[in-house]
């Protein structure tokens, strides 16, 4: 990362925002969850935290939104620690699918196996490995500590909303059960990840859990190991190759920030050993990533200089 002071990093992430901005008109909310639909597809905020603690915020950095399938990384960061990572890559693969996130073509017709845990066959079987171990309180306990943010609850009318439209996920699941993937109950592990998928954080939670990744677990706020190393880098080099949908290849080369993303306009990107960034901007692209965000992170990754690879 390029050595600046406050005032200049400052000035960067407001020059970021405005060119975010400019692209929000060529996006689009989601509305297969209904309740997604009524969000503002204007807002938009951004947190990034320093390892040394300091903060840059600009935006609606501290509105409240849902999750979505940025909860994925912390449920395969939970599932490696509790599980240990033979049980959990013999369930699901580590390789990048190429189809959308809510396919299950491929693993109908071609694998005995999810991909990787960030699409939802891969997440759903992550969750089934959880159940045994852990309930969706520890789960909601696990979620407040990895963002330092104790105000995280579960966003009841979107959790509702999804669980009423949620055939696709269904389908999914039960299609894991046929093939012996799911051995839990696969009505438990809907819900355990259509309830992670509804917690609602901010762009600092989000900032606070990619900072813990950034750093390798330990947590900068209260000095406790929350995640081991390993645990770290798996979530993060999955990130890197399948966080943002089937757009994950673009944007690494494009972009080199391991970003996870989530149809409720989140982005959590890990600029590793540096800094971490949370984003809000509920107006979606065709991928699914939100459209302002990306623009963001690319005008972060030029001016402060943070591809992984530069
Ligand atoms: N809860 C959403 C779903 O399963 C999450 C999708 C996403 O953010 O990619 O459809």
């Known amino acids: 990362m390029k050595n600046l002071n406050k005032n200049e990093i400052s000035k960067i992430l407001e020059n970021a925002l405005e060119e975010g901005r400019k692209?929000?008109?060529?996006?689009?909310?989601?509305?297969?969850?209904?309740?997604l639909g009524t969000v503002d597809p204007n807002l938009l905020g951004i947190t990034m935290i320093t390892k040394d603690g300091e903060m840059f915020t600009a935006g609606d950095w501290d509105t409240r939104f849902t999750i979505q399938s940025v909860s994925k990384t912390i449920s395969l960061a939970v599932a490696l620690e509790l599980c240990g990572r033979e049980a959990v890559f013999s369930t699901v693969g580590m390789e990048p699918s190429g189809e959308a996130f809510n396919s299950l073509v491929e693993l109908d017709l071609?694998?005995?196996?999810?991909?990787?845990?960030?699409?939802?066959?891969?997440?759903?079987?992550v969750e089934s490995l959880i159940i045994p171990k852990a309930?969706?309180?520890?789960m909601l306990l696990f979620s407040k500590r990895f963002c330092n943010d104790p105000g995280i609850t579960l966003d009841e009318v979107t959790y509702n909303s999804e669980m009423a439209h949620s055939a696709r996920n269904r389908a999914i699941a039960y299609l894991l059960q046929s093939k012996d993937i799911i051995k839990t109950d696969v009505d438990d592990s809907m819900v355990l990840y259509t309830r992670m998928c509804s917690l609602s954080v901010t762009s600092k939670s989000l900032?606070?859990?990619?900072?813990?990744?950034a750093v390798g677990g330990v947590s900068p706020a209260t000095g406790e190991r929350l995640l081991s190393t390993e645990t770290c880098s798996i979530v993060k080099t999955i990130m890197l190759t399948c966080?943002?949908?089937?757009?994950?290849?673009?944007?690494?080369?494009?972009v080199g920030i391991p970003t996870k993303s989530?149809?409720?306009?989140?982005?959590?990107?890990?600029?590793?050993?540096?800094?971490?960034?949370?984003i809000y901007g509920p107006a979606l692209d065709a991928k699914g990533n939100s459209i302002a965000g990306k623009v963001i992170l690319k005008y972060?990754?030029?001016?402060?200089?943070?591809?992984?690879?530069?």
């Open 243 to 254: 966080g943002m949908y089937d757009g994950s290849g673009e944007f690494a080369v494009n």
């Open 135 to 138: 309930s969706f309180s520890d």
């Open 23 to 35: 692209v929000i008109p060529n996006g689009h909310v989601a509305t297969y969850i209904p309740q």
């Open 110 to 125: 071609n694998s005995n196996k999810p991909y990787n845990p960030m699409i939802n066959s891969g997440a759903i079987a």
């Open 207 to 213: 900032a606070s859990l990619a900072l813990l990744l």
């Open 300 to 310: 972060l990754a030029d001016e402060l200089d943070l591809h992984l690879f530069s």
């Open 262 to 278: 989530g149809v409720g306009g989140g982005l959590l990107s890990v600029v590793d050993k540096e800094l971490g960034i949370g």
